[in-house]
């Protein structure tokens, strides 16, 4: 088939092959599975250089493109990430199979025991952008959960995605899995992205990871229910018992570790009581690293280097070394400026107060909350998942990083011996 010619029609193929093969990945025992998957991580160890390489091509692409430095350090991959990459496959494969998993089974007064059961959601069509490790990722947490999968990276990917998505259709093949489990969208052509978030009889649930201009357009376009979080906004909160030294080290991680992850942390508050002890040595830190802050009045009186925020500063996932930061009254004022103009992501307090902390953790709704840590542990590898599809700030069916049971629903089950309605 002529791809570019005909992208409904391939699409619509990629489907039709898609379901078939979740039908047989439904009914996949376990070892069939991990063996899978340990093909795949050993596949990626051994093809290492030609992960780099493709990996590389794509890097000179994206710089002759003009490529946002947030996107070309997601873009980029290198010998440790390919290393974690076959790692997190890796502890996927040791974790428990959640299919077939019967959960809360209880004996009715009519004889009949009724409960649940984990079952796979049947074809996932991912989209997303720049970030390479999400096809061995996605496709490792699509096969252990018995779906398939259809992946659509961004086109400045396409090589290393391209390679990964062969290293994995060998290790699929080398099971005796079918290779058309796991599926690679081949042309670039965004025409592709409309016909796969509309295709309601081949997918069941498009999981987008990407910037917000992505995400806008799946909310409009998409006929699919979806798995998806609009943007990173998270807050660090200095409280009034924060430990100054702890302060200077949780934020300094929060924001300057790594500049384009949804996790990093793009706004600071600071209690007003302390907002003189602690700011100094906080906004030394982040000068020091090159990062410009943002600052109400309160903060510029303080911090001289400060620049004016705005209303919109407070509500954005900046992506780069740029902090917004405002004194606050406590935390009520805390949890109140979150809620508000937080994406529901991640947000993190620091303080000694025990009865703070767990205000904190009840109040705020975001899909991770934190007491003295760093947003940067929102992270499915870091949460013990493994790897993860995504992080998910909606409030129904997965919340958070999405692994496992994530990818997974439950239907009903009722065991019986032989009773009758009455």
Known sequence: MDIEKNIEGYVRHLGQQARRAARQMANTDSNTKNQALRHIADNIRSQALAILEANRRDLAAAAANGLAPAMIDRLTMTEKSIQQMATGIDQIAELADPIGEIQELRRRP?????????????????????????????????????????LRGGSEAIDSNRTLAGLIAKGLAAAGLPATAIQLVETTDRAAVGHLITMREYIDVIVPRGGKGLITRLLNEARIPMIQHLDGNCHVYLDDEADAAMAVKIVENAKTQRYGTCNTAESLLVARSRAADLLPAVAAMLLDNGVEIRGCAETRAIVKEALPASEEDYATEFLAPIIAVKVVAGLDEAIEHINRYSSHHTESIVTGNYDKALRFLREVDSSSVMVNASTRFADGFEYGLGAEIGISTDKIHARGPVGLEGLTSQKWIVLGTGQIRS
């Open 110 to 150: 009519s004889g009949i025991q009724v409960g649940r059961m984990r079952v796979p959601l049947g074809v996932v069509g991912i989209i997303y952008e720049a970030r390479p490790n999400v096809t061995a990722d996605a496709a490792a947490l699509c096969m252990k959960t018995g779906n398939a999968a259809i």
